[in-house]
């Protein structure tokens, strides 16, 4: 029993470094550019949906990230016309909206079955 809550306490920990990493790249992604950044977002988001997010967090989790991608989505356009910073809060508002959006999907999906299944 204990190695389980052991396995669970690291993932919950490899969740973590997942949202850590993911909003830093993110910030990143604002003054970089690398053709392989979104893909890894994307894959980072997937790992913080599904090992990250525990079901007490979940309604606050999806309130949270539903604001930012909506936030995200709409302000990428927004910010682009800027001087100067512009550009670079577009990028950094379209990497998040690539690494939040995914941990949304699967956290509601994780959500909506979990309604399903009671």
Request: aromatic fraction near 10%; proline fraction near 3%; glycine fraction near 8%.
């Amino acid at each position: 029993m204990k190695k389980v809550k052991g396995n669970k306490n690291k993932l919950a920990l490899v969740g973590s470094i997942c949202f850590i990493i993911g909003v830093v790249v993110s910030i990143l992604a604002g003054f970089i550019s690398w053709e392989y950044l979104f893909p890894i977002l994307t894959v980072l988001g997937l790992f913080v949906g599904f090992l990250n997010v525990t079901n007490t967090e979940v309604q606050a989790f999806l309130i949270a990230a539903v604001s930012l991608v909506i936030i995200s989505a709409l302000g990428a356009d927004q910010f682009a016309d800027l001087p100067l910073v512009g550009e670079n809060m577009s990028r950094i508002y379209t990497a998040l909206l690539a690494f939040v959006g995914p941990a949304t999907i699967v956290v509601a999906l994780k959500s909506i079955y979990s309604l399903a299944k009671n």
